[in-house]
């Protein structure tokens, strides 16, 4: 069965540095996303993605995220420069088709900043 | 702004008994529902879903009700196994969006 495979599982960095997610979506799939889960919390959207562009984002999603997808397989989530609140688990999710459709999730990145 | 809520952070339940998850939603304009299982370390996998044009759909063991008018959803796990102990996750969507909204989780736990 198709999968979203996420790297790298677990990263650890310090406060202030930059960080890359890096996700390979299923590869029929044309919708993006990142969401995040803080520790107890719920799964929060992050930004979706589609046709090479930022389609919607969240409050969260602030000048220090960015999205990528360099080629035509990988989704890169970038953080400049990360904070100590950025400790979380990250899903990547790939649908095909926007609204009504299933997500698809990766098993995570967890990225804890020290 | 939680959009979606899920109010029962924990559930246990004796196997081969019922498990009843509940889940309520804020914007009318919803009009998909899932659920998500997830596992630790592990990304939430796809259970069922729900068109808001319907008030039911089952598979399997596993059962979903929407009432539009509660802006309410439950899922319905019969009989429940110990292998159903993770945390559910609701969401919900507009079929014109692209985002999905979830819920904060019902850790489900299954007593052999």
């Known amino acids: 069965e198709p999968e979203v495979t996420q790297t790298p599982s677990h990263q650890v960095t310090q406060m202030g540095q930059e960080v890359i997610l890096r996700c390979v979506p299923i590869?029929?799939?044309?919708?993006f996303y990142w969401y995040r889960q803080i520790l107890g919390q719920k799964v929060e959207f992050l930004v979706s993605?589609?046709?090479?562009?930022?389609?919607?984002k969240s409050e969260i999603f602030d000048d220090q995220f960015s999205v990528e997808r360099p080629d035509g397989s990988n989704f890169t989530l970038k953080i400049r420069s990360t904070k100590l609140e950025d400790s979380a688990m990250y899903f990547c999710?790939?649908?095909?088709?926007?609204?009504?459709?299933?997500?698809?999730f990766g098993a995570g990145s967890r990225l804890t900043v020290l | 702004d939680q959009q979606v809520k899920q109010n029962s952070p924990s559930l246990s339940v004796q196997e081969g008994r019922i498990s009843i998850l509940n889940c309520d939603y804020t914007?009318?304009?919803?009009?998909?529902f899932l659920w998500y299982k997830k596992y630790p370390a592990e990304g939430p996998t796809f259970l069922i879903s729900?068109?808001?044009?319907?008030d039911k759909n089952e598979d399997g063991r596993f059962t979903v009700f929407l009432n539009k008018s509660a802006k309410h959803l439950s899922l319905h796990i019969v009989p429940s196994q110990p292998g159903d102990s993770a945390v559910y996750f609701c969401?919900?969507?507009?079929?014109?969006?692209?985002?999905?909204?979830f819920g904060t989780g019902t850790s489900l736990t299954v007593i052999p």
């Open positions: 999710a790939s649908t095909q088709d926007s609204g009504a459709n299933v997500l698809t």
């Open positions: 590869s029929n799939h044309l919708y």
């Open positions: 993605f589609y046709n090479n562009e930022i389609s919607e």
């Open positions: 914007n009318s304009m919803f009009d998909y």
């Open positions: 729900i068109s808001s044009i319907k």
């Open positions: 969401a919900a969507s507009r079929r014109t969006g692209n985002q999905f909204y």
